[in-house]
């Protein structure tokens, strides 16, 4: 019988986390999200299904959307990852953060950092997108409680204010 | 009444963590030399166990621990009957049941160590149709068989008022099994210190019915037991039992080191409670004017392997049965039938979305029988104040009628034939009706809760309950509930949660009760505490206590605002002469057992009402039905926060729209095929359709402020109203779910014949 329990064998990788150069050791095996919650101890990135099926370990891989659970950590070496820790921080929140607290966006939480990083990914490459490309967008990241359209409104309105601000 | 903070959408004041990704879960707690647990669950879906061979496992160098059933003190649990092992000793029920666990120090060892532990089973012949249980030729899945419950409701005369009928319609339906879902999956950590006392750290929605039931497991005193709960990520249901709570305290206190289980998504479906299926036979007499004179209804539900909540929830079901409808004579039996199947357990709507989903297409059936508007139909039987329900208790603040006229008028519901001018050689449009009533509360049982609440010397105040906010934003409800009745800012308000050892005790966010309940007790505790600032205000403003009111942190004189003293003042004054102000209240909601034989008594303190009409499209050539908008009235009492009340009301609906067209578990042999997100379709954001909420407030003189509650209903008449509109846009009826496009096309094949 194969035992998983025995890869021991390291490597190191370095990547850019959220505007910071990070160096770490990983097992060839290990998933981008199991490093980000475990090693490097940033557990806002979520894990729901570890299968790339539910979207709560979204994060971005230079700047596109990505499951962390789907991605080997050696993957992202010389890359740049960010996650919910550098989205924005109390006082400097991202205009999609404070949407999704205006619009009761949230409610246990669990999916909102993936969707947000989602939301993200959209607005970057498109700033004023259409509903439908908002709902598309955010298709691959599950929400049980909200039924997503408080979650669509949100997108729709950080968009708004993106171009109000200029940003 | 005018309010400053109740009715206002004030934004959730848990929410900065949240989008800031900072709220910590189960699993983002971190403990040092944790280690990590498995659970081997059974390999057969009924079999005997002959021997358990764990030698090889135990000598997997980093396995820490390995327990079966000779380890666990009191090998039983179960909500309401004691009829589940923990870990399974000589007999396996169904393919989740734990046989083993153990604790090593990886994930991956201890993935390891299951495989190695080896398990001799008998097979025994296995049941997974709760009719076929029902049989006397079934094999028995327990020593008294496979006959859980049978619930009963008796009301006049039904074969009396079948005779006098002009019309006897009859359908039958059948429901699916379903899993909460909710993202997060079942995580705990269990530490013991050196006093032998256990904590766990898991999101249950339920933690003094846990604590005890873990005393119990464990043959601990209650005091032993500490149940800190994190963050929690969705319940619907899924968390109202204990689950991987005694594996990991046993464990801890095996190693004495800290235990961590998570399961994986896979064992979600598997080893997690579920959505009982239902098979069930609606029979309804009507006059030609459309009153409904008699109705009967049969219903088999299937428990799994083990009671849970099956018994409950069948009753709410049998209660329920009858619709928002006044019916003068009405027969209800209700089967709770063991199988080898996944247990079912509480889920949001207990037992009302079975019932409904064939209630409500029931109901349309009837109608277009007649020839008459389904609306006329529904409103020409409502329920109204005054009237008493199938099990005879009369009924108060109703706005059924509102809800259903509300949800017509925003759907154009008058206009709904023009729909047509929408349609193309390809493509059919419908629009479908569904109404709900829905308790407030547990069935039958006590189910309180208690709030503490200190007033600090500037003003602010603690409020302490035992409800976890599992993600519906009851957090805020309740600090909404405290500012407005102290007469403060909800910035004053500290909500203080999740830890038995010091909450007062609650039986939880289950059953829609939170808002209603909790909010009651810390209503009652404020008032209470108000009162002393009161005292001492109206002794320094030499004043009657009558003539005082409070606002916005101040005591003042009615008609005299200038004359006052800040509550932060008066909270000083009482602290100074030794008399701190805390006050507690606790409360229960009032209801009575049912009669066995008829099912009469007050089962519930009140009741929720709501319409909900979808709009669709039907793909004629490939049976996709694509749902436009769904229009959404609930009467919901008095919102105490809107944003928060159409939050539910939505999410509901992405529930109803699951349960309607997506969802189901796939069994075979008792083994689940679809145990994933890729196989077991959730609603995404592109199934979801526009959605018009409307919030109907006819207040509950019960309820804090006039509320009753949100919560589960809002998905129960979506289901309903969907396979109604698909109905109307292809005159095809689907009895049962989910409706997917291939049941569509496969119907409208039929139909076409």
């Known amino acids: 019988m194969k035992l998983k329990g025995d890869i021991m064998i390291k490597q190191k990788i370095q990547f850019v986390l959220n505007g910071k150069s990070v160096e770490v050791a990983v097992k060839p095996n290990t998933t981008l999200v199991d490093v980000l919650r475990y090693q490097l101890k940033l557990t806002g990135t979520k894990r729901g299904c570890d299968r790339g099926n539910c979207g709560a370990c979204t994060v971005l891989l230079d700047g596109k ?26 006082g400097n929140l991202h205009p999609l953060q404070e949407a999704f607290m205006e619009h009761n966006a949230v409610q246990c939480g669990f999916c909102t950092p993936g969707m947000l990083l989602s939301a993200k990914a959209l607005l970057d490459d498109t700033p004023h997108p259409t509903k439908k490309e908002v709902k598309t967008a955010i298709s691959g990241n599950l929400c049980r409680c909200t039924g997503y359209i408080q979650i669509i409104e949100a997108i ?9 601000k200029g940003r | 009444m005018t309010h400053t903070i109740v009715g206002k959408s004030i934004t959730r004041i848990d929410v900065l963590d949240k989008i800031l990704g900072r709220s910590k879960y189960a699993d983002d707690l971190e403990f040092p030399d944790v280690l ?42 179960g909500i309401q ?18 046989v083993a666990a153990v604790a090593a120090e990886s994930k991956e060892l201890a993935e390891d160590a299951i495989e ?33 419950a049978h619930r009963k409701i008796r009301l006049g005369t039904v074969k009396k008022g079948f005779q006098i009928s002009d019309e006897i319609i009859e359908d039958s339906f059948t429901t699916q099994k379903m899993e909460h879902s909710h993202i997060e999956p079942h995580t705990g950590i269990a530490t013991v210190d050196a006093n032998g ?30 149940i800190i709960q994190p963050e929690c990520g969705g319940n619907f249901g899924g968390r109202n039992e204990i689950s991987l709570e005694p594996y990991i305290a046993l464990l801890a206190m095996k190693t004495k080191q800290p235990v961590k289980m998570v399961w994986s998504r896979e064992e979600e479906f598997i080893g997690s409670t579920i959505r009982h299926s239902y098979f069930i036979e609606y029979k309804t007499g009507v006059k030609k004017d459309g009153r409904l004179i008699a109705r009967e209804v049969k219903m088999i539900s299937d428990a799994g392997a083990y009671s849970s909540y099956g018994e409950s929830a069948l009753t709410k079901s049998c209660i329920l049965a009858s619709g928002p409808y006044k019916i003068p004579n009405v027969k209800v039996d209700g089967y709770l039938a063991f199988t080898n199947q996944p247990v079912g357990g509480a889920m949001r709507g207990f037992g009302a979305p079975q019932v409904f989903a064939a209630e409500e297409t029931h109901m349309d059936h009837i109608a277009n029988n007649l020839g008459m508007d389904t609306i006329e139909l529904r409103l020409k039987n409502a329920l109204k104040t005054g009237d008493q329900t199938v099990t005879g208790q ?10 259903i006229l509300k949800a017509a008028e925003a759907a154009r519901w008058d206009k709904h034939q023009l729909l047509t001018e929408k349609e193309t050689n390809t493509t059919k449009r419908g629009m479908g009706v569904a109404c709900l009533i829905y308790p407030v509360g547990f069935t039958e049982k006590a189910n309180p809760s208690a709030a503490f609440v200190k007033v600090n010397s500037d003003g602010t105040m603690n409020v302490s309950i035992g409800a976890l906010d599992v993600g519906q934003g009851s957090t805020t409800v309740l600090a909404q509930i405290a500012a407005e009745e102290l007469g403060t800012s909800i910035n004053n308000i500290s909500i203080v949660t999740g830890d038995t050892d010091t909450d007062p005790y609650d039986t939880g966010p289950i059953a829609s009760r939170v808002t209603y309940a909790t909010g009651n007790a810390v209503r009652f505790a404020t008032a209470k505490a108000k009162q002393m600032l009161l005292e001492v205000a109206a002794e320094s403003l030499t004043v009657n206590i009558d003539a005082l009111e409070t606002k916005d942190g101040v005591i003042y004189v009615r008609g005299a605002p200038q004359k006052c003293i800040s509550i932060a003042e008066a909270a000083l004054i009482c602290q100074q002469k030794g008399k701190p102000v805390a006050a507690t209240a606790s409360f229960n909601p009032p209801n009575a057992l049912l009669d066995p034989e008829t099912g009469q008594g007050k089962p519930y303190p009140t009741y929720v009402f709501a319409t909900q009409i979808a709009e669709l499209e039907v793909d004629t050539q490939t049976g996709y039905v694509k749902v436009i908008k769904i229009v959404a009235a609930h009467d919901v009492g008095k919102a105490i926060n809107p944003a928060l009340v159409r939050g539910q009301i939505i999410g509901g609906i ?43 407030e006819e207040p509950e003189p019960t309820g804090p402020f006039g509320a009753k509650g949100v919560a589960e209903p809002s998905n129960v008449p979506t289901t309903p109203a969907i396979i109604n509109a698909i109905y109307d846009a292809v005159g095809i009826k689907i009895n049962d779910l989910p409706a997917t496009p291939e049941k569509v096309l496969k119907a409208l094949r039929e139909k076409k014949g």
């Open chain 2, 116 to 148: 190695l532990i080896t398990v001799k089973y008998k097979e025994l012949p296995a049941v997974f149709d709760s009719r076929e249980a029902l049989k006397a030729s079934a094999p028995k899945i327990h020593d008294g068989g496979n006959f859980a």
């Open chain 1, 65 to 90: 959307s990505v499951y962390s659970c789907l991605i080997l950590a050696p993957k992202v070496n010389n890359r740049e990852v960010l996650t919910i820790e550098g989205l924005g921080e109390p």
């Open chain 2, 197 to 226: 006392k256990v904590t766990i750290r898991s999101s249950l929605s339920v933690p003094f019915v846990a604590r005890a039931e873990l005393a119990r497991v464990l043959k601990l005193p209650i005091t032993k037991i500490r």
């Open chain 2, 654 to 696: 992405g529930f109803g729209l699951g349960q309607a067209m997506l969802e189901k578990m796939v069994l075979a042999q008792g083994k689940n095929l679809n145990p994933n997100f890729l196989d077991y379709l959730l609603p995404t954001s592109l199934d979801m359709p526009d959605v018009e909420v409307l919030i109907i």
């Open chain 2, 36 to 77: 990590y647990a498995k659970l081997l669950r059974s390999k057969f879906p009924h079999a005997q166990i002959i021997n358990i061979d764990t030698s090889k496992a135990e000598k997997l160098s980093g396995v820490k621990a390995i327990i079966t059933a000779k380890d666990v003190p009191v090998n039983t649990f």
């Open chain 2, 81 to 98: 009957f004691k009829d589940q092992v923990i870990l399974a000793s000589n007999k396996v029920r169904y393919l989740g049941d734990p």
């Open chain 2, 394 to 403: 009369i009924l108060h603040g109703v706005g059924f009628t509102k809800t």
């Open chain 1, 156 to 164: 729709l309105d950080a968009a708004e204010r993106n171009a109000k």
